[in-house]
């Protein structure tokens, strides 16, 4: 296919942007539109590639730190129950297993339902716009391939609460794991497949 009708019609002369830097912003619109990554996004060191910062940023006042714990929450682009098919839900726990296993975060608790997911964590070295970044990503790429769905996965954003070291972090994973039980879905913790808590 020649895109250089494209790219003449866009004013993306050589004086102006490269063809490279041309495309690279065309897949940076994409994936923006689909809520996987970026807004925010530049271009590295004039290289063409994309540098993901994240969807949405931090509201005012908050900002990540290194060793805070946090309560994160995401949800599915408009609910949809992803999750209810167990192997998908395997997909996305992969990747927050991966997050701990590389250092990223320390994972204490976490369930996956069929919408949303909750996830108990120490930051270590990225911020949170970092690590959503990367797990809503992953997640998407690796669950839309199984599925063979190719729409959005997530919706853009998610909601953290910052947690103090005094709280009772043994209670806020005991009502993470108990999601299921609330919701329905299972008469015992047991039953349910998608959790993990460390002190369980």
């Known amino acids: 296919m020649d895109l250089r009708p494209v790219v003449a019609a866009e004013g993306c002369d050589k004086g102006r942007r490269t063809f490279q830097q041309y495309l690279a912003n065309k897949v940076i619109g ?21 540098r993901c910062y994240t969807s949405n940023r931090l509201l005012k006042g908050r900002y990540s730190e290194t060793g805070r714990l946090y309560l994160l929450t995401t949800v599915t682009d408009q609910r949809r129950p992803v999750f209810e098919d167990f192997q998908l839900g395997r997909l996305l726990v992969d990747q927050l297993k991966q997050a701990h296993n590389e250092g990223i975060v320390t994972s204490k608790a976490w369930v996956v339902m069929p919408d949303h997911f909750h996830w108990l964590v120490e930051l270590n070295n990225k911020t949170l716009g970092e690590l959503m970044c990367r797990i809503k990503s992953r997640s998407s790429v690796t669950v839309n391939n199984a599925s063979q769905f190719s729409g959005r996965l997530w919706q853009k954003g998610y909601h ?4 103090r070291r005094e709280d009772d972090l043994k209670a806020t994973a005991r009502y993470i794991v108990q999601n299921p039980i609330r919701a329905g879905l299972a008469t015992r913790i047991g039953d349910y497949p998608l959790w993990d808590a460390c002190w369980m």
Not at 30 to 50: C, H, I, R, S
Not at 160 to 163: F, H, K, M, N
């Open 160 to 163: 953290d609460r910052a947690l």
């Open 30 to 50: 994409y994936f923006y539109a689909q809520g996987l990554v970026l807004k925010n996004t530049d271009l590295n060191e004039g290289k063409g590639m994309p």
